[in-house]
C-alpha cells in the first residue's frame, strides 16, 4: 500500500512509498480505510529535519497525524463499517506518569509519550491503518468532507476548557475574546468562541485572501493593525502565533482578571525589548492569568467533535483550501500563500 514517509532529521526525505506493509495487528484491532489527512506546520518542520522519531527498529517514519477515515473492521463491535473515524494522535507514555496514569496524557509530566506521524508511532498518511479501540474516535457521517479538521480542533477544545477552568477561580463572566492568528487553529478557536455566544475579534496580519471573509463570516470582527492599537481590552486571549512580539502585547492588553492562552510556538532565537517589571506588575496587580495549551486527551477529542457537527458545514469546507490527490504529495507539502488548510486526499 502507499505511504508518504521521512527519514527523521534529514531534511527533504519526504517521499511516497508505494509498497509500504500493511499495518501490523498489534497498533489495534481497528482496521481503518484511510480517506484524508489534513497538513500543518508540525509536519513542515518534520520533512525539514527539526525533529520526528521513527518507531522502533525502523529508518522511516509515516507522517499524517490529522487523520480521516472510514471504518473497515472492528472485531471490538465498538465501531461498525462504514464509520467515519479518526485516530488519538498522542499515546500515554509507559511508565505512566502521574497524568498519564488517568487518561491525561496531554499532561504528560516525563516527556515519555509517543505520537503518531510525531513521535515513535507511524501516522495516518497511508492507505490503510489501525487504532486500539480507546484511541478511536467517531465522527458524525455529515462530517465526510472536513472530518480531518478534528485534530486542530482538539487542541483549541483543550484550549477552551482550561481557559473555562481558570476562570473558575472567581466569578466569571467573560463578554470580549481576541484569538491572534487567523491560520487554523485560530480560525477553530474563533468558531468555539462564537458557540460560546461571546464577542470574538480575530487579529491576522493579512489583509487580502480568505482569512478576512471568514472571519467575518463566524459573525466575528477581524483587525489586522498591532494588538496595542486595538481599542478595547479582551477578557479572554487565546494567542495563535508563537510570534515573541505578539504574545508579549497581548499578555499588557488583556484586561483585568483577564486569561491569556499561549496555543502558538515560538520558534526562539530572536530578542525582543521588554519591561519584565512592568509585565509583573501588570499581571500581579489585576490578577491575570498566562497559561500555555498543547495537545489533548480523549475528552477533548468529543468535546471537539461536538462542535465540528453543530458548526456550519460550509464555512469548515472553506477552511480547507486545497484538497490534493496523494499521487501529487509533494505539492500538498509545499505551503503557498494562501493556505489555510491543506488536505492530502488518499481517494482521489
Known amino acids: 500500500m502507499r505511504a508518504v514517509t521521512v527519514t527523521p532529521g534529514v531534511p527533504n526525505s519526504l517521499r511516497l512509498t508505494e509498497e509500504w506493509p500493511e499495518p501490523a495487528p498489534e497498533e489495534g484491532a481497528i482496521l481503518v480505510e484511510a480517506l484524508a489527512v489534513g497538513v500543518c506546520g508540525t509536519d513542515h518542520e518534520i520533512i525539514a529535519g527539526s525533529y520526528g522519531e521513527a518507531p522502533p527498529g525502523q529508518e522511516r517514519l509515516v507522517l499524517g497525524h490529522e487523520a480521516l477515515g472510514r471504518v473497515l473492521e472492528d472485531p471490538t463491535g465498538r465501531l461498525h463499517a462504514g464509520d467515519l473515524v479518526a485516530g488519538i494522535v498522542r499515546h500515554p507514555d509507559p511508565v505512566p506518569c502521574t497524568n498519564c496514569a488517568v487518561d491525561e496524557w496531554d499532561m504528560c509530566r516525563n516527556g515519555l509519550y509517543t505520537e503518531h506521524g510525531i513521535k515513535g508511532l507511524p501516522g495516518f ?3 490503510r491503518w489501525r487504532v486500539q479501540p480507546k484511541f478511536a474516535v467517531g465522527l458524525d457521517p455529515a462530517l465526510a468532507q472536513v472530518g480531518m479538521l478534528l485534530e486542530p480542533t482538539s487542541v483549541v477544545a483543550k484550549a477552551w476548557d482550561h481557559i ?3 476562570g473558575r477561580r472567581a466569578e466569571w463572566k467573560p463578554q470580549t475574546v481576541l484569538v491572534t492568528g487567523a491560520g487554523p487553529i485560530g480560525l477553530l478557536a474563533a468558531l468555539l468562541a462564537t458557540q460560546r455566544e461571546l464577542s470574538v475579534h480575530v487579529l491576522d496580519r493579512a489583509t487580502s485572501g480568505p482569512k478576512p471573509d471568514l472571519v467575518r463570516a463566524l459573525g466575528a470582527t477581524y483587525h489586522a493593525t498591532p494588538v496595542a492599537e486595538l481599542d478595547f481590552e479582551p477578557d479572554v486571549v487565546v494567542e495563535c502565533t508563537g510570534a515573541p512580539v505578539v504574545v508579549m502585547a497581548v499578555m499588557y ?9 499561549l496555543t502558538g510556538v515560538s520558534s526562539g532565537g530572536r530578542t525582543i525589548e521588554s519591561d519584565p517589571g512592568a509585565l509583573n506588575r501588570a499581571l500581579v496587580l489585576e490578577n491575570n492569568v498566562v497559561l500555555g495549551s498543547v495537545n489533548a486527551n480523549r475528552r477533548h477529542w468529543e468535546l471537539a467533535a461536538e462542535a465540528l457537527a453543530r458548526a456550519d458545514r460550509g464555512w ?4 480547507i483550501t486545497r484538497r490534493v490527490p496523494v499521487g501529487g504529495y509533494a505539492d500538498a507539502y509545499a505551503p503557498q500563500p494562501d493556505d489555510i488548510k491543506v488536505v492530502l486526499d488518499f481517494q482521489a
Open 253 to 261: 492588553k488583556v484586561g483585568p482578571t483577564g486569561i491569556v492562552c
Open 164 to 166: 473555562e477552568r481558570v
Open 316 to 319: 469548515l469546507n472553506s477552511l
Open 125 to 127: 498518511a497511508r492507505d
